[in-house]
């Protein structure tokens, strides 16, 4: 059976390449996922002559790196397999007659699936192999984008690792064996019949029970997308179940719009290129099945990168809301101020690995006695910090924050506290909000109490301040600095733009990270699965040509079809993009007008642009190159190889 | 045991309210070579695609060398085809993606028995072809793809060969060559049931059954082409 399936891949080598590519595209990205993964999973840093600050963001960037490079790694193999299933089943839909002469001579469907899981394990195998050795080259540039990305840092060390090779071959493999797996429905309704004649054509508008089941799946993610938002299910979730029950709903659906779209186009151009009009039109309208599972990788792209543009946009929008909550916090200290203090740094040194140290900090107008007030606090929860948004509200209420008396402390809504200040002035203060952030806001007063356990990997750090009403930024600053030489003032105004843009900057080249990976892994599925159709219809071709078809009127033809397909795929995801944003528009309604979903008209514009000239170039080069190779093989007459001199 | 034996088939093609065939009772013996015409549309290729298990018909009895189609399982269907059965039709049957002796061999490579190459070139010879072994069928002429489906049915040692318009595409070499061959294969006690609508063709076989809409209507046994013409042009009037 091995060399069987060695056989088959040796001879459909043209289908197999574009697969194989696609594999080893996937190891390549797997194996570097993974190998950055497990160099990360346990970071070698030295602590010595480190903040502690430092080394919580040095594992906080690993954190960071392990995270990014294991979503990574799930979509690879995600994507991977859909590629693998979506060409396997061309593949297989082209090898029906073919499968069905080996049904006819005896095999059984079991040696079929077989033959084809062989295929799929042995070209797997050998491309994961390639792009799994070559993946240590791209761990470079990939740490590199991980750092670009905030999401890594170059003090972290990313090596290559040979278990993770080895584990992204098992991987890619078994998703390719998944992948085909999946694509083996093609061939469990291959029948004997189909080996001596074609199959019946069958009228795809009629609903299978596949297609019916496909729409109650799409409906009821639709269902569960739309049930309040909560703490279970944020508006990402949400939005992204909206955008699959919807992509699915309207997939499953395609095919009974692709005739109508057809026919439009088909008339349209009809006046300019009647021929090549037509034989598009017949080629869409006939088989609108094939058509939409033609635009499949085009909707899937567009609403992917549609839904990511969203997120990011709305995420930007989220942030810039709740950070404008944080009404009269004057000041900004970065965390980069909490140091060793001695005793610290000699437990360390004695691998206690205990630290603890206590400081307070004033501003001027501390030092001015006032009467005993109530000061609101916000308590911020250094272990639970978000990456990009700033601030996220845990418990309580901001709007409690009563005006310029805003400090931040860590604790529980309730809690009181009693500060003391240098002069032996004491306040109380009061826990009125607990939000989860990685800044640290600061005011008049700065309190500063961090315990670190680094064997426990426990970082608790305490930090106070208060809203610095009416003194100047150089003043505060000053003063900070009489404690904290190297700590970093900005006002608030200023610290809200700069940790805002630093996290949509971090939050875009995440997002364009993975739109880029995903634009080109649904790029080489859309030329490899476009490739693919085209190269089924060389009799076709044949035929048109033998007919008196010019090679330009097949270029044209392939042209007008790819533009139907283009039509198709961009007014479905359009459909399922306006449903996705509407959802959105609903789940972010609370927030009033600051927060609202934006239609990425642009990238969608731009994607489809993409798209269209990459299907263009395959149309038109695989046309021309198509005319003059069915000729020269004399497929439609299917006799031997002219010899040369032979007139044709 | 009868290589084929055929008891009240009937057909009907999907979304079709008439039946194509009715009541076909045939049975062929060892080494029988028998023909089936009639005119176009009578449904002589369905009897053909029925009989040999590649269309689901109803019957009293399909029964392919002993083995009763209709209830036979999936496996038990599939080793026929394998080992009891040889399939030459005007579409050529070869693997395109294999090689000549790979497509000669196809039915011991699913049988995980091996066959050696000097009795793939011996079943090559028989059928007159020489060092073709290598070649894919696209680089073969269709009287070479014909004849490399009748090696593949000679080395396979069938009971019966299922063979529609065998000639059809072959020039009137070719088409004798293909003509010597099956009466080799009969000289092997192995069994023919054919389709044509040559009566040249037809005159090379033991028994002619001739269909009408989907009935056979008489047979005829060792009738010369003048009078099979003459017979097939009598039903045309008819119809």
Not at chain 1, 371 to 383: F, L, T
Not at chain 2, 161 to 189: R, S
Request: contains cysteine.
């Amino acid at each position: 059976m091995l060399y069987l399936s060695w056989s088959m891949i040796f001879r459909h080598k043209t289908q197999y390449f574009g697969l194989a590519m696609t594999i080893t595209l996937g190891a390549l990205l797997l194996g570097s996922s993974l190998s950055l993964h497990n160099s990360t999973q346990h970071p070698v840093f030295t602590t010595e002559d480190r903040r502690v600050s430092e080394i919580e963001t040095l594992r906080q960037l690993a954190e960071s790196s392990a995270w990014f490079t294991n979503l990574m790694a799930w979509l690879t193999i995600l994507i991977t397999t859909w590629i693998v299933a979506q060409t396997m089943s061309f593949i297989l839909a082209q090898r029906r007659k073919e499968l069905a002469q080996l049904l006819l001579v005896g095999a059984s469907k079991a040696q079929l699936y077989l033959l084809v899981i062989c295929e799929s394990v042995i070209i797997s195998f050998l491309a994961a192999c390639v792009g799994a050795l070559a993946s240590p080259v791209l761990i470079k540039p990939y740490s590199k984008l991980l750092v670009l990305s905030n999401n890594g840092s170059p003090e972290l060390s990313y090596h290559p690792d040979f278990t993770a090779l080895v584990i992204s071959v098992g991987l890619i493999v078994l998703s390719t064996v998944i992948g085909a797996l999946l694509a083996i429905r093609k061939i469990a309704s291959l029948s004997l019949i189909e080996a001596v004649r074609s199959p019946s054509v069958v009228d795809s508008r009629k609903f299978s029970g596949k297609r019916i089941f496909m729409v109650i799946i799409g409906f009821l993610a639709l269902g569960v997308a739309f049930l309040p938002t909560g703490n279970l299910m944020g508006y990402q979730l949400s939005t992204l179940l909206t955008g699959t029950g919807a992509t699915i709903v309207i997939v499953s659906l395609s095919p009974l719009l692709v005739p109508s779209i057809s026919h439009g186009i088909g008339r349209l151009l009809s006046p300019i290129a009647p021929g090549p009009a037509q034989v598009a039109q017949e080629y869409t309208r006939l088989s609108p099945l094939r058509t939409a599972s033609l635009a499949t990788p085009l909707i899937l792209l567009l609403c992917l990168v549609s839904v990511f543009a969203m997120l990011a946009q709305t995420g930007r929008s989220e942030t810039y809301a709740q950070s404008t909550q944080l009404k009269n916090t004057d000041y900004f200290v970065s965390a980069d101020d909490i140091k060793f203090h001695p005793q610290e740094q000699q437990d360390l040194e004695k691998n206690q690995n205990i630290a603890q140290s206590t400081s307070l900090v004033t501003a001027p107008d501390w030092l001015t006695p006032e009467s005993n007030r109530a000061i609101s606090i916000v308590a911020i929860n250094p272990q639970n910090i978000k990456d990009f948004i700033p601030v996220s509200v845990r418990e309580g209420d901001l709007s409690a924050v009563e005006g310029d008396r805003v400090a931040s402390f860590s604790g529980r809504v309730g809690d009181q506290h009693i500060v003391q200040s240098p002069g032996g002035h004491q306040e109380v203060i009061q826990v009125v909000a607990v939000v989860d952030s990685n800044f640290f806001i600061h005011g008049d007063y700065i309190v500063d109490k961090s315990t670190f356990d680094l064997s426990n990997n426990i970082v608790d750090t305490q930090l106070l301040a208060q809203g610095s009403d009416g003194v100047d930024l150089q003043s505060f600053t000053a003063t900070v600095h009489q404690v904290l030489p190297d700590a970093t003032v900005s006002s608030g105004a200023e610290w809200v733009t700069q940790k805002v843009n630093q996290g949509m900057k971090s939050l875009m080249f995440a997002i364009i990270l993975l739109a880029g990976g995903a634009t080109v892994l649904a790029l080489f599925n859309l030329i490899q699965t476009y490739l693919t159709a085209l190269i089924g219809r060389r009799k076709d071709i044949d035929i048109l040509h033998r007919v008196g078809m010019t090679r330009s009127q097949i270029m044209e033809a392939n042209a007008i079809e790819v533009l139907m397909v283009l039509l198709v795929g961009s007014l479905l995801s359009a459909g399922a993009i306006y449903i996705t944003s509407a959802r959105m528009q609903v789940s972010l309604a609370d927030m009033g007008s600051v927060v609202r979903p934006v239609l990425p008209v642009t990238i969608f514009a731009i994607m489809a642009g993409i798209c269209l000239l990459t299907m263009l170039v395959v149309a038109l080069v695989e046309g021309y190159w198509l005319s003059i190779r069915t000729t020269y093989r004399g497929l439609f007459l299917n006799s031997h190889r002219p010899q040369k001199g032979t007139a044709r | 045991m009868q290589p084929l034996d055929i008891k009240n088939l009937s057909f009907t093609y999907p979304n079709n309210d008439k039946d194509t065939l009715t009541d076909i009772n045939l049975s062929i013996a060892p080494g029988e070579w028998v023909a089936i015409m009639g005119p176009s549309g009578s449904g002589k290729s369905t009897i053909l695609l029925c009989a040999s298990g590649l269309l689901p018909a109803t019957a009293d009895t399909l029964a392919i060398n002993g083995l009763d189609i209709l209830h036979a399982t999936k496996k038990q269907l599939a080793l026929l085809r394998r080992r009891k059965l040889g399939y030459i039709f005007q579409e050529l049957n070869l693997v395109p993606a294999l090689t000549v002796a790979q497509n000669i061999a196809i039915s011991f490579t699913l049988d995980k028995t091996k066959v050696t190459p000097s009795n793939i070139s011996q079943a090559l010879h028989q059928v007159g072809l020489e060092n073709v072994e290598n070649k894919l069928p696209h680089e073969l002429s269709g009287g070479q793809q014909q004849r490399v489906a009748i090696a593949r049915t000679l080395i396979s040692d069938p009971a019966i060969v299922f063979a529609d318009e065998p000639t059809g595409a072959l020039d009137t070499d070719n088409g004798e060559q293909v003509l010597q061959l099956f009466e080799k294969l009969t000289a092997q006690q192995k069994s023919i049931l054919m389709v044509t609508h040559d009566p040249n063709v037809a005159a090379r076989a033991n028994r002619i059954v001739w269909v009408v809409d989907g009935q056979i209507i008489s047979t005829l046994e060792g009738g010369n082409p003048t009078q099979i013409a003459q017979q097939l042009a009598n039903i045309g009037e008819a119809k």
